[in-house]
């Protein structure tokens, strides 16, 4: 509302930022729904990194993250792909750069701040063992896990499909390609996870889909259908080796947001150049996809990993130790989330700190 809108939509004329309509001024009343339908964008990148950082990281100090990337970080990025709305064009835009509904815009960017995020405030205590071994934390309700991916896969029709400029026959194309893309995403984890046989694992294919979302999504309006369901597929398998490589490099990522954001954002943007209806396999368009991605990637990480840093200093990013152990539901918002296991945590401390347990 009063300066991310004006740097993505503003007047702009240099191709970095938008520098009119601060405050929403001088809009319609018309304006007013896009401007909302934008905000969840604006939402959508930021929340990708609570995901990431959960358990461990302190409230306020997500604040004040969440106030800097949606009103910064975020519409900036955006604006070297979208703007011209109210007059001038992004840079990436005039290059024909391709992202019809944010796999990079909002997605990669999303995945990226998360990236930087999880790497300064840290793994969670226990989440790695003395030799680097990773040890499983587990969430406790699956059945919530299947609803929320279940509320994605249906949110991703208005994400996708609204953002077509007019409301005409063309949006049953976006939804069509949208739901083959999250099909393939969640074939394409589940084929491998049998290929190189593993339990097929409800969270894991759950993340495949959303990848195959993601994967989708700059491509949505460009894309032939008989391609979505192979962009959805390879989607997922990035999903899947983007968790290992993390886990090898020892980067706690809670939700695994990073792989079904930034690295599946990157296979989708990649894609829509790649799968360019009436234009396939073009290496001109391909390369102006790749400069899109190694620009946004670099804007989000120096960006993030510097606000991170000042907010770490500032206000501090991490919990103690004890407040995790405790739950942040406790620690952070002074209330108890889950009081069948308030017995067991006060068991816990007592012993820890009589010396019986570490």
Same mark, same amino acid.
């Given at each position: ?28 009343d ?62 990436l $835009?005039?290059?024909?750069?391709? @992202?019809? =509904?944010?796999?990079?815009? !909002?997605?990669s960017? /999303? +995945?990226? #701040?998360?990236?930087a ?13 003395e ?6 934390i587990?969430?406790?309700?699956i059945?919530?896990?299947?609803f929320?991916g ?16 007019s ?37 894991t ?8 979302l993601?994967?989708?999504? $700059?491509?949505?309006?460009?894309? @032939?259908? =008989?391609?979505?369901?192979? !962009?959805?597929?390879? /989607? +997922?398998? #990035? ?64 960006t ?20 995790e ?23 816990h ?6 010396? !019986?347990a570490?």
């Amino acid at each position: 509302w009063a300066i991310g809108y004006a740097f993505l939509f503003g007047e702009n004329l240099s191709g970095f930022i938008g520098t009119s309509k601060f405050f929403l001024q001088g809009l319609s009343d018309g304006d007013y729904a896009f401007v909302l339908y934008q905000m969840m964008f604006a939402a959508t990148a930021v929340t990708i990194t609570s995901g990431a950082m959960a358990e461990r990281t302190q409230f306020f100090g997500y604040l004040v993250s969440a106030v800097i990337i949606t009103g910064f970080i975020y519409p900036i990025a955006a604006s070297w792909i979208w703007s011209g709305v109210h007059g001038g064009q992004g840079w990436l $835009a005039k290059l024909g750069f391709v @992202d019809f =509904a944010g796999s990079t815009a !909002v997605h990669s960017v /999303g +995945g990226w #701040v998360a990236l930087a995020g999880v790497i300064i405030v840290g793994a969670r205590t226990g989440r790695f063992d003395e030799n680097g071994k990773p040890s499983s934390i587990l969430g406790h309700n699956i059945g919530y896990v299947a609803f929320g991916g279940m509320i994605l896969w249906v949110g991703w029709f208005g994400f996708n499909g609204g953002s077509i400029a007019s409301a005409d026959a063309s949006i049953g194309r976006v939804l069509l390609i949208t739901h083959m893309g999250a099909a393939g995403g969640i074939c394409g984890i589940v084929f491998i996870q049998k290929l190189l046989k593993q339990p097929i694992l409800l969270v894991t294919s759950i993340n495949g889909a959303l990848g195959g979302l993601v994967s989708i999504t $700059a491509g949505a309006a460009t894309m @032939d259908p =008989a391609y979505a369901l192979v !962009v959805g597929f390879i /989607g +997922g398998l #990035v999903v899947y080796f983007g968790e290992r490589l993390l886990l090898r490099l020892k980067v706690d990522d809670v939700v695994g947001a990073i792989p079904v954001h930034a690295f599946a954002g990157v296979w989708g943007t990649l894609a829509a150049g790649i799968f360019y209806a009436g234009d396939l396999f073009s290496f001109q368009r391909i390369m102006i996809q790749f400069i899109g991605i190694g620009a946004i990637a670099m804007w989000s990480l120096i960006t993030a990993f510097t606000v991170y840093f000042i907010i770490d200093k500032i206000f501090g990013l991490r919990v103690e130790r004890r407040a995790e152990r405790r739950g942040l539901d406790y620690s952070e918002h002074y209330e108890v989330a889950y009081p069948e296991f308030t017995d067991v945590v006060t068991h816990h401390e007592k012993t820890a700190s009589s010396g !019986v347990a570490r």
